[in-house]
Each structure stands twice: as structure tokens, then as C-alpha cells.
């Protein structure tokens, strides 16, 4: 008899997968930079956080509520990116975001009421602009009355608010009972209109305080009124331990993602 042969299956070798290279530190490094300089660059240039510590722009803007702005809109325009970027100027009633001229360092947001070469006036806390009575739904008003707050410019700076410096310049802005802006300025006013300290208080604002035009709100919190005027450490720690205890039930949600306009 011929011999029988077997066949014997061997398993199929299964073909090893290359280890993927570990990230040296040096490469670790250098993707944690690359992260903080792109942050830096959006957070500088393009994109900023804001926090509203005061009650001048309700109800457009409450204490309390978080917002982007989105410095690059109303940034002065370069020669060699201007046709790239949509820069523009700011326009009558954009919101927008300023370093107050009368103190250096402090933010302001306010809306823009006035811009070069229109004429503006108060009679009676309504505000006309080249001669044009202005419908502002956004206003808010308490009803109570101030000659020179609500007749603006025509009365006698009486205000106590008033900058020294604002009660010296205005007359010089002043024509035929309306303010005249200037070149390179802007006026500005807080919606909530009897308590807003503005261009009525400190004067007009240059356009190179401009920082940028507010975008949305991220985040909002129930907030006290003089919440942000507490700077010990104490009352930093105490307010972080509501806003832990409070995330869920003091956040105003309806308020995320709001467009602000």
C-alpha cells in the first residue's frame, strides 16, 4: 500500500501592527505651545471674555452676564490685510466695548449714539439726533427727572458726576444747543439711561479706545449689584463658593448663547 500522506495546516501568521512612535517630551513641549500661542493670538487679537459688573446697559446687558467680543470688526483697518478683514466703523446703535476715557484702564461697554459730525441733544431724556427724534425700544427709563441729564447739552452742568476735565471741553462742542461730534470720536450712552454714567458724564470717546463689538453671551450668573466692586480675598473665595453651591439653580439659562445687539 502507498503510504498516506498528511497534510498539516499551520495558522495563518498574523501580521504585527508597528508600534506607534511615543511622543518625546520635547515634541509634548512643543504641542503645548503651539496650543497657548494660538490661545494667546485669539484671546489678543480676535477674541475676548468679558463680565458685566453694572446695571448701565440693562435690559440689553445684566449684571452677571458673560460675553465674547470680537475685537477684530471695529479694529482701525491695515493697509495690508484691510481688504481681507470686513473692518468697518462703528455705526449708530452698535454696542460696543471701550476704554473709558476718563480713567485709563477701566472697561466700558455702552451703545453708539453719535458718530463724527452728527449733532445730539436731550430734551426731556429723549434723545434727537440731526434733528430726528429717535425711537430706542432698548431704553430703559425710571421716570424721575434731571434738568441736566435729560436736557443735554442746553442745561447747566450741574451733575456731580461730571469730569472736570468734560465740564471744560464740552462748551467747545457745543452749537446751537446741540453737541456736535468731533472727528475721531464717538458719543455714547447705557441703555438704562438714568443711571448710565456716559459720553453726557466723561465726554466722547477717541477712536483709538475702541477694543471691539460684543458677540454673544456664553455665560450668565445672578449677580449682586456690588458684587464686583468687593476685590479682598475673602470676598472672592465667598463668592466662588455661591457660584459652586448656585451653578445650577442661579445660572440664567435662557440667556446662553444670546446674540447681543
Known amino acids: ?80 490685510i484691510g481688504k481681507l478683514i470686513p473692518y468697518r466703523e462703528p455705526r449708530h446703535g452698535d454696542i460696543f466695548v471701550f476704554i473709558s476715557p476718563a480713567q485709563p484702564g477701566l472697561y466700558l461697554v455702552k451703545r453708539v449714539m453719535g458718530v463724527p459730525g452728527d449733532r445730539i441733544h436731550l430734551q426731556e431724556g429723549v434723545v434727537y439726533r440731526n434733528g430726528e427724534r429717535l425711537d430706542e425700544p432698548y431704553v430703559v427709563r425710571k421716570g424721575d427727572f434731571n434738568g441736566y441729564r435729560d436736557n443735554f447739552p442746553s442745561q447747566p452742568v450741574s451733575d456731580y458726576n461730571v469730569t472736570p476735565e468734560w465740564r471744560l471741553t464740552m462748551p467747545s462742542h457745543v452749537e446751537n444747543g446741540d453737541l456736535v461730534v468731533p472727528s475721531g470720536s464717538f458719543f455714547a450712552m447705557g441703555d438704562n439711561r438714568d443711571v448710565s454714567l456716559d459720553s453726557r458724564y466723561w465726554g466722547l470717546v477717541p477712536r483709538e479706545n475702541i477694543i471691539g463689538r460684543p458677540m454673544f453671551i456664553y455665560w450668565s450668573f445672578v449677580t449682586p449689584r456690588d458684587e464686583y466692586e468687593r476685590q479682598g480675598l475673602g470676598d472672592r473665595i465667598q463668592w466662588a463658593f455661591n457660584i459652586l453651591f448656585h451653578f445650577f439653580d442661579q445660572t440664567r439659562w435662557s440667556r446662553m448663547f444670546h446674540v447681543v445687539h
Open 1 to 80: 500500500m502507498a503510504a498516506t500522506k498528511k497534510i498539516v495546516k499551520t495558522a495563518p501568521v498574523t501580521p504585527q501592527k508597528p508600534e506607534k512612535p511615543k511622543e518625546t517630551t520635547s515634541e509634548f513641549i512643543a504641542s503645548i505651545a503651539i496650543v497657548l500661542v494660538t490661545g494667546l493670538f485669539i484671546i489678543t487679537f480676535a477674541l475676548q471674555a468679558f463680565t458685566i459688573p453694572s446695571s448701565s446697559m440693562e435690559n440689553t446687558l445684566l449684571i452677571g452676564d458673560h460675553l465674547f467680543v470680537d475685537r477684530i470688526l471695529l479694529a482701525p483697518a491695515t493697509n495690508w
